[in-house]
């Protein structure tokens, strides 16, 4: 039922309660300001698709007050928009403007209007439109923190630590500004999240670790082997590298070696939580599993290409590797391999499972390397070609803070939405 016909922003009351009990007047009154003209309509609207979100855009004006209304119905107007299917609103908005908590594969229509204060609001901008989709399918340059080799990246306790050569680690909150942090100066090739914690690790046997992302300490790996890949696995965390070296520890500080039974370059590790199994991929076509990181099987795999990276999620895990190599597997014994989409060596994989803010993003794999390309699926068996967003080579990727990251040689860095 709409009660007047004033405009709080023509907002009448049952929508004031959908925008966050923002009824900060009467409906009807013409707001709490003294009075004056309402701003104009803003000008130059546009909005980006995104996965389980929009992005709004316009040209802000100082000392003027912003709200965004959307629904799935290109006839939205101020006065109807609480009637059309799947409302939504947003105040207080600042350009650009998220709006997420949306439904992938809607097209949703979304006006913008403006007031003084708490003064009554003006006409809205014509209605832009947009439909929502899983990212990971379309990539956009980002501007790069820093200069030198990027060689992986992790998201964990609302934050996002990334590594590089040189003792290159970066700590950041909101995916925009990124802290400088100094703790050693080899390279560190891998980051993890796990148990609370941080765990990077590198060349001569570096593992560092942090419970925040900024404060850092170095442990005793007991290895001076490069290590290439770190991953948690129950309360312990592994870390894998070259000549088929294998540490792992269970208190975040002391670290054994451990034999899994081969001298190849160890580069990948995942670990299915479900049923306790972690797969370790390497050089030449190796993969070793274990339940309990102390003892390994040999796993046959259907290739000796060099294998870069495995990930599990969707009850499969996913391998990716050198020549654009995919191998799947639901139980980590038995592996099939897909055609190659692409020739360029594929240097890293990673599952979405996400939640942030209370929203599930879209679940899927994401694979990113040489020559800028990336890879997305959402079973871990059928993928789709992309361009990550560069030429350059892409080293590692994570989804976090509402979108996929991509790092590279030379600092590059790119975005999925």
């Known amino acids: 039922m709409k009660i007047g016909s004033g405009r709080f922003g023509r907002i009448p009351c049952m929508a004031a309660a959908l ?54 119905d290109p006839s939205i107007t101020l006065d109807n928009w609480t009637t059309l299917p799947n409302p939504v609103s947003r105040i207080d908005a600042t350009s ?3 709006v997420t908590g949306l439904t992938n594969g809607l097209s949703y229509s979304c006006i913008v209007n403006g007031r003084h204060d708490k003064d009554k609001g003006g006409d809205a901008s014509p209605a832009v439109t947009a439909m929502t989709r899983p990212a990971g399918a379309e990539w956009v340059a980002e501007a790069p923190w820093s200069n030198g080799n990027v060689n992986g990246i992790a998201f964990g306790n609302k934050n996002l630590v990334a590594v590089g050569d040189g003792g290159g680690l970066w700590y950041s909150t909101d995916n925009v500004t990124w802290t400088p942090v100094s703790v050693t100066t080899n ?48 309360s312990r965390y592994v870390a894998a590298g070259a000549g088929g070296t294998l540490i792992h520890n269970g208190d975040g500080t002391d670290w054994d070696v451990i034999d899994v039974g081969t001298t190849e370059n160890l580069y990948g590790l995942a670990a299915n939580t479900d049923t306790g199994v972690m797969i370790v991929v390497g050089a030449r076509g190796t993969m070793r599993s274990t339940t309990d990181t102390l003892t390994w099987t040999t796993v046959a795999a259907p290739t000796s290409a060099d294998l870069r990276s495995v990930a599990y999620g969707n009850g499969r895990f996913a391998v990716v590797g050198a020549g654009g190599v995919q191998l799947s597997s639901a139980d980590g014994a038995t592996w099939a391999q897909a055609p190659a989409l692409t020739a360029s060596t594929l240097n890293n994989v990673t599952y979405n499972a996400n939640i942030v803010g209370g929203i599930t993003y879209s679940t899927r794999f994401v694979a990113v390397g040489d020559d800028g390309v990336a890879l997305y699926s959402d079973d871990g068996l059928a993928w789709g070609l992309t361009n990550g967003g560069t030429t350059a080579s892409l080293r590692g990727v994570v989804f976090g803070l509402s979108r996929y990251k991509a790092v590279g040689t030379g600092g590059v860095t790119t975005a999925s939405y």
């Not at 980051?191 to 941080?198: A, E, L, Q």
Request: proline share 6%.
């Open 187 to 234: 390279n560190l090739n891998a980051v993890t999240y796990g148990n609370g914690r941080f765990v990077a690790v590198g060349d001569g046997g570096t593992v560092v670790t942090s419970t925040d992302g900024l404060s850092w300490s170095a442990d005793t790996p007991h290895t001076t082997a490069n290590l290439y890949a770190v991953q948690a696995f129950g």
């Open 96 to 98: 650009p403007q998220m």
């Open 19 to 72: 925008v966050a009990m923002a009824a900060v007047g009467a409906c009807g009154s013409g707001g709490l300001g003294g009075g004056g003209s309402p701003p104009d309509a803003p000008t130059n609207v546009s909005i980006k698709n995104g996965d389980q979100h929009v992005m709004v855009s316009w040209n802000s004006e100082p000392g003027i007050n912003y709200w965004i209304f959307c629904a799935t």
